[in-house]
């Protein structure tokens, strides 16, 4: 199969997420050269062992100029300083997308930095992992699951990117960029600084005794620090509504154990259980 | 393998974690006939069906008299509730353990109510699961897990009881009350509050969005109402402190982003990822 016109892939920021869709798109496209940028001489020698993609160069024009797509993998404060300088490097007409997990920041400097000179789709694939770097790269990562595109159904480009999620086994949903931050913040963001302070709280010495229920909460607590912090500071307000949210609530519950009203925390653990058995099903 | 003596055991509270027990139990010892108590017709209509248990019986003086062993698994308050009125129908000698997820009430409770008249064994197997019910009952759920007990490795009937969480697969760890009941606030009690809230405020229309880091730290926000909502009383104190050392963090995290201070930010999340490792290696 082949992603319509797309010969050449340019990737700039080539760890897990971008090194596991390398895998996946040459499994599932013919046709398709792809080249990265190491912006370290010591990231160059890693990615040429590796093998995960055809070419690897240290000169960020080189992967861009002749690329018909360019996939944008790093951080999201990195994405949004790198579109500038890329602009001036794209092909014209180049489709550009990118996978950072917040879109609002990224979209509007896309249009500020790229207008009309590329055509850039915003993407957040949901499958990201405590793992990082290329080494941990995997080809079935983006198979059953959902990718968000920040663009409308309509928008010229789509029909490509489509394919490429498609074609790797997700499943595209559309989505505004300001709406996606914030449904986004309530169900990974905010759960990762849950994740994370859980795990800043409880001593070590306590850990023998944790049970599958503390591993589960603390899981991604073992996620990147630089991926999270640009995706916290791209994503503040929402995170500070949902924090503010999260300690009305805390604050209603502890009321409640304080007043030791049995019946009250039955009930609300009864509404919850109901919620939850609609997220068991997912 | 005999379980020394014991040949007759009686359970109180037979769901999820008793009827386990008792497939264990049988598999693991010889000699053992366990009869359960059923408070209600329909309870006791459904354990007949399910063949668990040796008896089912509805009246709890049965399954209590002859018993070498009496087995309470019930929620934390029903185990406070029916010691008194055990303590007149036990055997003299028995040997009366429990299975509650906070130990200092219980510990209290028996030693006022049991006295001298039977040896009581405060347990916590550290293998509980959102499921819940007698017909979810597995034999291998104490198989590579934790058993804390809350008494001093010298005290008259532990050899009998270590004996019985050795022999289901269990990895027995003494513990005081008082100390249990801070540590297991901190690993699960309060990880479970924060479960709870997380999904009582995720609107259920972003469900389609989440990915798995939503659903492990939701996962346990199926567990059941009586069971927690009586844990969470009786660990009141220490889930009080629990909560506002948490909300003291949130805090302390929505200030820094407030500033946007990124490099506090990556420092925090690098110091919790060295802390994760840790809970990772378990």
Redesign the interface.
């Known amino acids: 199969m082949k992603l319509y016109s797309i010969k050449k892939v340019g990737i700039v920021g080539v760890g897990f997420m971008a090194g596991s869709l390398a895998l996946a798109l040459k499994e599932s496209f013919s046709n398709i050269s792809i080249s990265g940028y190491a912006r370290s001489k010591e990231s160059y020698l890693k990615l040429k062992k590796l093998r995960i993609l055809d070419k690897i160069e240290r000169d960020l024009s080189k992967v861009v100029k002749d690329a018909d797509m360019v996939i944008l993998a790093m951080p999201v404060?990195a994405i949004v300083d790198y579109l500038k300088p890329l602009s001036g490097l794209l092909k014209k007409g180049a489709i550009v997308l990118d996978l950072g997990s917040s879109k609002r920041l990224i979209s509007n400097a896309a249009k500020k930095h790229l207008g009309k000179k590329a055509v850039f789709i915003g993407c957040h694939p949901?499958?990201?992992?405590e793992k990082s770097g290329p080494g941990s790269s995997c080809k079935d990562l983006y198979k059953d699951?959902?990718c968000?595109i920040t663009a409308d159904a309509t928008d010229p480009g789509i029909k490509v990117v489509k394919k490429l999620w498609q074609g790797v086994g997700s499943k595209v949903?559309f989505?505004n960029p300001d709406f996606h931050d914030k449904?986004?913040s309530?169900?990974?963001h905010f759960?990762?600084?849950?994740?994370?302070?859980?795990?800043?709280?409880?001593?070590?010495n306590?850990?023998?005794?944790?049970?599958?229920?503390?591993?589960?909460?603390?899981?991604?607590?073992?996620?990147?620090?630089?991926v999270?912090?640009?995706i916290?500071?791209s994503n503040?307000d929402n995170?500070?509504k949902?924090?503010e949210?999260?300690?009305r609530?805390?604050?209603g519950?502890?009321d409640t154990?304080?007043k030791?009203d049995?019946e009250r925390?039955?009930?609300?653990?009864?509404?919850?259980?109901y919620?939850?058995?609609?997220?068991?099903k997912?």
């Open positions: 404060g949901l499958c990201g992992s699951s959902i968000l949903v989505i449904v986004l309530s169900v990974s759960p990762h600084v849950i994740s994370f302070i859980l795990t800043y709280l409880v001593p070590e306590y850990h023998r005794f944790a049970s599958g229920s503390f591993k589960d909460l603390t899981r991604i607590s073992g996620s990147s620090a630089y999270w912090a640009d916290f500071l503040k995170l500070l949902d924090a949210a999260f300690i609530a805390l604050r519950f502890t154990l304080k030791g049995r925390i039955v009930k609300f653990i009864k509404k919850v259980n919620k939850n058995s609609k997220i068991s997912l």
